[in-house]
């Protein structure tokens, strides 16, 4: 597909989507358009076993377009269309059936933090930070995706004062999972990346779905989800693979089926 807003490389079943809209990476309707037409391919390319996400430049994405917004209000029912498209791109991650992982190269900003937000795994350069600016433009949405991955009085503390939170920071209270020089970022990444595409393609979709539909659930109740899953795995070619390879001490050879 053609893509104006961002990049698209793949390579040894790793896809990298850069977001390259100059100067900051904002997020317009066309970026929203395209960031769910691709992850939607994504999760369908048999090439593809997960995904790297991040910002081209030093900015991951400072958030929506304030310009374009304001020409949303002199008519309700277009706000409305604008809110849908922007809640689903939001979420082009979470539904992705492949690993997402977000790459947080500097600034990180309100719908710019609610994408890296809805990535599988996160992690961040030392000269990331998160602002999630809403009240102070007007705005209020956002404070979910705050409370995914930061506690009830930190998630109000962010949110309340607009403050920055940097990447050291959220690294210590767990937020995220690794932080790097710049210049290691992508090279961490892509060992994360690498670490996963290893196993069953099969294996990995299924368990991303139970991580998605087991988490809103009671333990006992997800745990049973998670035990039907294994279930289907069970007799697939990909297990018995797998079950070989460990008799055998030798690697895998998954084909996802």
């Not at 990476?25 to 369908?44: K, T, Y």
């Not at 350069?125 to 009240?135: G, N």
């Not at 998630?155 to 020089?181: H, N, P, Q």
Request: aromatic letters at 8%.
């Amino acid at each position: 597909m053609e893509l104006e807003t961002m990049k698209l490389e793949v390579a040894d079943h790793i896809a990298t989507v850069t977001i390259d809209r100059p100067p900051v990476n904002a997020q317009n309707g066309q970026f929203r358009r395209e960031i769910l037409a691709l992850f939607d391919e994504l999760s369908v390319r048999d090439d593809v076993r997960v995904v790297i996400l991040t910002g081209e430049g030093s900015i991951f994405s400072a958030g929506a377009d304030i310009k374009e917004r304001g020409s949303l209000v002199a008519s309700p029912g277009e706000y409305l269309g604008h809110n849908r498209i922007t809640r689903e791109s939001f979420f082009a991650m979470t539904d992705c059936s492949k690993p997402v992982i977000a790459a947080i190269n500097g600034a990180c900003i309100g719908a710019g933090y609610a994408l890296a937000a809805s990535c599988d795994i996160l992690i961040a350069s030392e000269d990331a930070w998160v602002q999630m600016p809403e009240l102070d433009r007007g705005l209020a949405g956002g404070a979910k995706f705050l409370s995914m991955h930061f506690t009830r009085s930190r998630s109000r503390l962010l949110f309340f004062t607009g403050r920055k939170i940097s990447a050291a920071e959220m690294y210590r209270i767990g937020a995220i999972d690794e932080v790097t020089a710049p210049d290691e970022l992508m090279p961490m990444a892509r060992q994360i990346a690498q670490e996963i595409a290893e196993k069953s393609p099969l294996a990995i979709k299924k368990a991303k779905l139970s991580f998605n539909v087991a988490e809103s659930m009671p333990h006992l109740e997800g745990y049973r989800y998670e035990q039907t899953v294994t279930l289907e795995l069970a007799d697939s070619s990909d297990a018995t693979e797998a079950r070989q390879a460990f008799l055998e001490k030798r690697a895998p050879v998954f084909t996802g089926k």
